[in-house]
């Protein structure tokens, strides 16, 4: 039985693909469903940086983990209902770190995630952080792949 249940988000539709899953696995075992953003405060400030405009660095910091409260509060209100117990997170850290400490520090017992869905060559490149986690969670990873696109990559 999964007492919590951990969903990373990112903001984007494919990672609100664990959503359903999650959900699905949650309601009849009363679990809890705990989402999670990752907020990395130091890509984004380097990011910043780099275009050579003045920035207020705490501002936009700020301005980020607020967006992000914002974005999980409605995530939570369409996921949420008289039988889903959704509780939200926001942390400021690289996304991978961030789900292995979470994890780990409140005993979650499923962490469910979509993968980004990259192609071979860029999970080569920059790595995936659903194959990290898998690599390193202290519990077990459920991938969700998102559907197969004709698209080129």
């Not at 959900?23 to 809890?32: I, V």
């Not at 207020?56 to 209100?77: C, M």
């Not at 509780?87 to 994890?103: C, F, G, L, M, N």
């Not at 005993?107 to 071979?120: E, P, R, T």
């Amino acid at each position: 039985m999964y007492r919590k249940i951990l969903v990373p988000l990112d903001g984007s539709q494919k990672s609100e693909l664990a959503l359903p899953v999650a959900r699905q696995l949650a309601e009849p075992m009363g679990s809890e469903v705990c989402l999670l953003v990752a907020v990395d405060l130091g890509k984004v400030l380097f990011v910043d940086r780099q275009s050579k405009l003045p920035t207020d660095f705490e501002k936009l910091g700020n301005q980020q983990l607020k967006e992000a409260q914002k974005y999980l509060h409605e995530v939570q209100e369409r996921l949420g209902g008289a039988d889903l117990k959704v509780s939200i997170h926001v942390e400021q850290s690289d996304p991978r770190d961030a789900i292995i400490h979470y994890a780990s520090e409140e005993d979650v017992d499923l962490i469910v995630m979509a993968s980004a869905g990259k192609s071979n060559w860029m999970r080569w490149i920059s790595g995936s952080i659903a194959d990290q986690v898998l690599r390193t969670s202290p519990c077990p990873v459920l991938v969700v792949r998102p559907p197969v696109s004709n698209e080129p990559a």
